[in-house]
């Protein structure tokens, strides 16, 4: 089991930007495909970003395509999430995940974090 601690959430204006962190415990980052979803009030949990464990392959939602960009350091144990242009409705709690493809659905990750908040206002 991984331990993944989020950070870097918080509020900002719409066409704002944010970086979402995510420290990882694993001795073996490397290892694990990342991925970041994200879940409204009253809403699912949806897919966001996914990344490789060599950083290699990424693939995002279509709503967040050329505006949020998945990246990691495995020097660190830590996965990123870069969000520019921000929307209202990006408004959201983030979450980290650890697993062993770099899918596209919360069944493909065994490891979550605790969730951090996103609130982009008008």
């Known amino acids: 089991q991984v331990q993944l601690v989020e950070s870097g959430g918080g509020l900002v204006q719409a066409g704002g930007s944010l970086r979402l962190s995510c420290a990882a415990s694993a001795r073996t980052f490397s290892s694990y495909a990342m991925g970041w979803f994200r879940q409204a009030p009253g809403k699912e949990r949806d897919f966001v970003s996914a990344?490789?464990?060599?950083?290699?392959?990424?693939r995002h939602a279509e709503s967040v395509k050329g505006r949020f960009t998945i990246s990691r350091d495995n020097a660190k144990n830590t996965v990123y999430l870069q969000m520019n242009s921000l929307k209202p409705e990006d408004t959201a709690v983030y979450y980290c995940?650890?697993?062993?493809?770099?899918?596209?659905?919360?069944?493909?990750?065994?490891?979550w974090g605790q969730g951090t908040q996103v609130t982009v206002s008008l």
């Open positions: 995940a650890a697993g062993s493809v770099v899918g596209t659905t919360a069944a493909d990750f065994t490891s």
């Open positions: 990344i490789s464990g060599s950083g290699y392959f990424r």
